[in-house]
């Protein structure tokens, strides 16, 4: 097969065309390179919550479509070969001859998957500009791509049929996709790269792929590229949105009634959530004294003390609001800077906000030295595993849409910070830290202890390594 002899341009039949030609075979050259396709599919696999409505562009025989097991899934691809090959192998899944320039279908989708078609895309805008139609509110665009620097390498591989053969390609850079994207006016919520080792070594790839693709310059040199992008056609007021505060606490007695009072009424209505975790004096006490003239206020009570992680996961799952927000009882957070976390949310500027007390001075008292030191380290490390800059692990306020934490696995971290910071970055979420000025504690005493607790944090940075994509 040869290009149109009246231009170097690829076009829509020669796609077409190889790909129907090596339709027949294309499974079998899959197998050659299975750990390569399977990594992919564990990528998109970690993102996308099994029974979503799913549309893969590019979805040649369908084996990809059917390994993130959608409720409704649709695959389009030019090869009509392809398309009937997709048909029998997944009878339970919607396969369509049909361009990604011109898409003719009636459904919106929770996710759009576009993986390794861009290179042979002869117009990323149209496609994307087409794309928005079939986008809610709520759906995310995962596109993964090959590496340009890979070039050489993959002509060498279909050269020696060592993988799928293949034509003239327009590879793309991440850079060049994003310069698209923005214009289009589509949110990048992550961007990056994966596989430094496509090829499966025993431990060795396992090890490479982990740490590599994390490491600045170093993950320039990997195989795969991913963006993931979402789209904000309706742009909510503060007014629309409600707000639920939930408030852990343990012996917070001294702290508890000043803390809810200075709470400010925030979006469409505000619901105050305080968990008493086992307390042995009399905060539980206080908080009902309060709700008889307060009835934003509810209390959950409970014995005996369980730790903060559990506490914050009660308080989720027994509140209302559309936005969530984690305040400490000690107020070392302001609770009248809680607006702040709350309106990049409902502005659609992200989906996660991550307090950080590392940008303004701190009151001297606020934060041991120790504890200062290990923040940064931490923060650090953080910033590598999720792909997203984080200075600030332990701050105890974060905010985050109700529909996003019904697909968060919780329970891992003693605390929740971890478990909320990882599944935040595993869903691809927008995230943005907001400086706050840290305040010493009031009353009471820190429990957090720097040497006992700093391994618990490691062995936490440990699970995110693993399952962070």
């Given at each position: 097969?040869?290009?149109?002899?009246?231009?170097?341009?690829?076009?829509?039949?020669?796609?077409?065309?190889?790909?129907?030609?090596?339709?027949?075979?294309?499974?079998?050259?899959?197998?050659?390179n299975?750990?390569?396709?399977?990594q992919?599919?564990?990528?998109?696999?970690?993102?996308?919550?099994?029974?979503?409505?799913?549309?893969?562009?590019?979805?040649?025989?369908?084996?990809?479509?059917?390994?993130?097991?959608?409720?409704?899934?649709?695959?389009?691809?030019?090869?009509?070969?392809?398309?009937?090959?997709?048909?029998?192998?997944h009878?339970?899944?919607?396969?369509?001859?049909?361009?990604?320039?011109?898409?003719?279908?009636?459904?919106?989708?929770?996710?759009?998957?576009?993986?390794?078609?861009?290179?042979?895309l002869?117009?990323?805008?149209?496609?994307?500009?087409?794309?928005?139609?079939?986008?809610?509110?709520?759906t995310?665009?995962?596109?993964?791509?090959?590496?340009?620097?890979?070039e050489?390498?993959?002509?060498?591989?279909?050269?020696?049929?060592?993988?799928?053969?293949?034509?003239?390609?327009?590879?793309?850079?991440?850079?060049?996709?994003?310069?698209?994207?923005?214009?289009?006016?589509?949110?990048?919520?992550?961007?990056?790269?994966?596989l430094?080792?496509?090829?499966?070594?025993?431990?060795?790839?396992a090890?490479?792929?982990?740490?590599?693709?994390?490491l600045?310059?170093?993950?320039?040199?990997?195989?795969?590229?991913?963006?993931?992008?979402?789209?904000?056609?309706?742009?909510?007021?503060?007014?629309?949105l409600?707000?639920?505060?939930?408030?852990?606490c343990?012996?917070?007695?001294?702290?508890?009634?000043?803390?809810?009072?200075?709470?400010?009424?925030?979006g469409?209505?505000?619901?105050?959530?305080?968990?008493?975790?086992?307390?042995?004096?009399?905060?539980?006490?206080?908080?009902?004294?309060?709700?008889?003239?307060?009835?934003?206020?509810?209390?959950?009570?409970?014995?005996?003390?369980?730790?903060?992680?559990?506490a914050?996961?009660?308080?989720?799952?027994?509140?209302?609001?559309?936005v969530?927000?984690?305040?400490?009882?000690?107020?070392?957070?302001?609770?009248e800077?809680?607006?702040?976390?709350?309106?990049?949310?409902?502005?659609?500027?992200?989906?996660?906000?991550?307090?950080?007390?590392?940008?303004?001075?701190?009151?001297?008292?606020?934060?041991?030295?120790?504890?200062?030191?290990?923040?940064?380290?931490?923060?650090?490390?953080?910033?590598?595993?999720?792909?997203?800059?984080?200075?600030?692990?332990?701050?105890?306020?974060?905010?985050?849409?109700?529909?996003?934490?019904r697909?968060?696995?919780?329970?891992?971290?003693?605390?929740?910070?971890?478990?909320?910071?990882f599944?935040?970055?595993r869903?691809?979420?927008?995230?943005?830290?907001?400086?706050?000025?840290?305040?010493?504690?009031?009353?009471?005493?820190?429990?957090?202890?720097?040497?006992?607790?700093?391994?618990q944090?490691?062995?936490?940075?440990?699970?995110?390594?693993?399952e962070?994509?």
């Amino acid at each position: 097969m040869s290009l149109n002899k009246n231009s170097s341009i690829l076009s829509k039949e020669d796609v077409a065309n190889h790909f129907d030609r090596i339709a027949e075979k294309f499974e079998s050259y899959k197998r050659k390179n299975a750990y390569y396709y399977s990594q992919i599919e564990k990528f998109y696999q970690s993102i996308i919550p099994a029974g979503s409505r799913v549309l893969d562009i590019g979805c040649a025989t369908g084996g990809f479509l059917s390994s993130l097991k959608p409720s409704y899934g649709v695959g389009i691809d030019l090869s009509q070969k392809m398309i009937e090959i997709a048909r029998k192998k997944h009878p339970n899944l919607s396969f369509l001859v049909q361009d990604a320039d011109t898409i003719n279908l009636k459904e919106k989708f929770d996710y759009i998957v576009i993986s390794n078609l861009l290179d042979f895309l002869p117009d990323i805008w149209l496609t994307f500009t087409n794309l928005k139609k079939y986008c809610h509110d709520d759906t995310k665009i995962i596109i993964t791509s090959l590496n340009p620097l890979w070039e050489p390498i993959l002509k060498l591989g279909a050269f020696l049929h060592l993988r799928t053969p293949d034509i003239q390609r327009n590879f793309i850079t991440n850079n060049d996709l994003i310069n698209i994207l923005d214009l289009l006016n589509y949110r990048i919520t992550e961007k990056g790269y994966r596989l430094f080792m496509p090829e499966y070594i025993p431990l060795i790839s396992a090890i490479l792929n982990r740490i590599l693709p994390r490491l600045p310059v170093i993950n320039n040199f990997c195989a795969l590229q991913y963006v993931v992008v979402d789209i904000i056609s309706f742009f909510p007021q503060p007014s629309d949105l409600s707000c639920s505060i939930i408030i852990p606490c343990h012996n917070e007695e001294d702290n508890i009634e000043s803390c809810v009072k200075r709470i400010p009424r925030i979006g469409k209505f505000t619901e105050i959530v305080v968990i008493d975790d086992g307390s042995t004096d009399i905060t539980a006490k206080k908080v009902r004294k309060i709700i008889e003239t307060d009835k934003r206020v509810k209390l959950i009570s409970y014995s005996p003390n369980k730790g903060k992680g559990h506490a914050v996961r009660m308080g989720f799952d027994n509140s209302l609001g559309d936005v969530l927000i984690i305040l400490d009882a000690d107020m070392a957070v302001e609770p009248e800077v809680l607006d702040r976390f709350f309106s990049p949310i409902a502005e659609g500027k992200a989906d996660f906000v991550n307090g950080t007390r590392m940008v303004y001075p701190m009151d001297k008292d606020a934060m041991r030295i120790l504890n200062f030191f290990g923040n940064k380290v931490f923060g650090i490390l953080l910033s590598l595993i999720m792909g997203q800059r984080n200075t600030d692990t332990l701050c105890g306020t974060k905010a985050f849409l109700r529909r996003d934490y019904r697909n968060m696995r919780m329970g891992k971290c003693p605390w929740g910070d971890f478990d909320l910071l990882f599944e935040a970055s595993r869903l691809k979420l927008k995230m943005v830290e907001m400086p706050i000025l840290y305040k010493s504690r009031i009353a009471g005493k820190s429990k957090m202890k720097a040497f006992k607790h700093g391994l618990q944090l490691l062995k936490m940075c440990w699970r995110g390594l693993n399952e962070i994509p």
